[in-house]
């Protein structure tokens, strides 16, 4: 029963995100995030401390950025915004019994739903990241043992406005 943990969890740590900085609007949707994906980075820690050369969720986010994202949203309006807040122990529990049945349909059918879920979200920040200009501009180098992220050669300002 692990979806019955995640989503009672996310519950009780949104609850605290909000009872701890009660003006910030990102800490729910961040403290989600990281529940989702808690896994990739304790993976990540090892593999860093072992010398091994590994990239986050961050790098390339999947499912769990989303899933994340999504479920602490609609906890976050069903549990708080939806009638001030005043059903949250019924919304709740009908958000626990939906994501269970929603994770057996998935395990059942072989689909995650929020695999692509981030995909159209992804390429919007990307157009976002590149006209805005936030940031150097990144290409990905394929290794035998990992994908690496170097600066693209004309953001490099040691050049001094050289080409």
Known sequence: MDSLDAVTSLAGLVDAARRK???????PVMVGIVLYNSGS????LDERSRGKATASFL???????SR??????????????????????????????????????QDATGVDAF???????????SALHDHFQL??????LES????????????????????
Request: proline letters at 5%; a positive charge; hydrophobic letters at 40%.
């Open 21 to 27: 900085q009660p003006g910030n609007l990102l800490a």
């Open 41 to 44: 980075i304790y993976r990540l």
């Open 59 to 65: 790098y390339e986010p999947g499912s769990g950025v």
């Open 68 to 105: 994340g994202v999504v479920m602490a949203l609609l906890y976050w309006y069903l549990g708080h915004g939806f009638c001030g807040g005043q059903q949250r122990n019924k919304a709740l529990v009908a958000l626990t019994i939906f994501y269970i049945l929603f994770d057996l349909f």
């Open 115 to 125: 695999a692509n879920a981030h995909k159209p979200m992804l390429s919007c920040l």
């Open 135 to 140: 940031g150097p501009r990144t290409c990905r």
């Open 144 to 163: 035998t043992s990992f994908k690496q992220t170097v600066s693209h050669p004309s953001d490099d300002s040691s050049m001094n406005g050289q080409k």
